[in-house]
């Protein structure tokens, strides 16, 4: 169990919660979108596991186009990761960072995932938390496991049948015992040329009896990675929020990541609440967001582009993230 703990810490798209029996929840987000971009979905595969000991696996479908989602639940005993590799089973559905095979009720088929782009990791910092990885108390924990990836395969989704090849994919993860109290994430991997994508969020972090505006920024452009994060003397400049658009400004010593999404309509998931999926939020997967990346130093833009297909969620009391 040690073993599989240590091996999983370094590892954040791995199983992270070997030996937790109260209070947990962990999911993975893999999003998936078609050639000519007229199906978009999300499949969040996971287990919660709330104070009581009580637990529950499941897999929501988050349908983008259409705007609904379904959870559909599994027996706890039906979750079965498997130590050392990313790999999770879930009743007859599988999935990795390259494969998922989905057995539900109204989704049958496989996916393949290639070409993935990782978020960077290294010894003092295993992924997209940087040192805060290594802080034990956090409410919630972050990973980005491919920030983009060509899809091949084919869904039969009710009655049709959905081909995916050459789409494009997004996966990342949660983990921990809640989502913060107030948050904004966006993504988007579609731009006017293949090899952009972005990820951003501003939350609210809870420290030590304090609270703390954390944010992580990410846009691979084409063979480089830009980061803006709370650890790397990045700054947020701003951070805004209304039912129309969501903004954000963040900027380090060599340059600066301005971001206008434009909100659409949404879907209702459930999220976690001290470790049982008892929260709804609600999530946008047409949304399109404005980037701009400016070289501070060579006093040029390198990126102005809009990202569609975007996901977007604004959750909580947002006016206390709002700078």
Known sequence: MIRNKIHAFFNPEQFQGWGKQRKYFEGWYFKVVNADETKAYAFIPGIAMDEAGRKQAFIQVLDGKKQTSVNHLFEAGEFSPVPG???????PNHFSEHLITLKLPDIQGDLCFKDNIP????WYAPGIMGPYSFVPFMECYHGIISMDHHIQGELEI?????????????????????????????????????????????????WIG??????????????????????????????????????????????????????????????????????????????KVEVILFDRKLHRTILSDTGRNAGLEVAGKIEEIMI
């Open 85 to 91: 590799v990313f790999r999770l089973n879930i009743g």
């Open 158 to 206: 009710g009655n049709e049948t959905v081909n995916f090849d050459h789409g494009r994919g997004y996966i990342e993860k949660d983990w921990g015992h809640s989502f913060p109290a107030a948050y904004i994430w966006m993504q988007s991997n579609h731009f006017s040329e293949p090899g952009i994508s972005l990820k951003s969020s501003v939350a609210k972090i809870p």
């Open 210 to 287: 304090k609270s703390f505006v954390g944010f992580i920024a990410g846009l691979w452009l084409y063979d480089r990675l830009f980061s803006f994060t709370t650890y790397n003397h990045s700054i947020l400049r701003k951070s805004y929020a209304d039912e129309k658009k969501v903004e954000m400004v963040i900027e380090n010593s060599n340059y600066r990541i301005e971001l206008l999404a434009h909100r659409d309509k949404v879907a209702s998931l459930a999220s976690p609440i001290m470790g049982l999926m008892d929260g709804r939020i609600e999530e946008s997967m047409t949304s």
């Open 119 to 122: 978020w960077p990791k290294h």
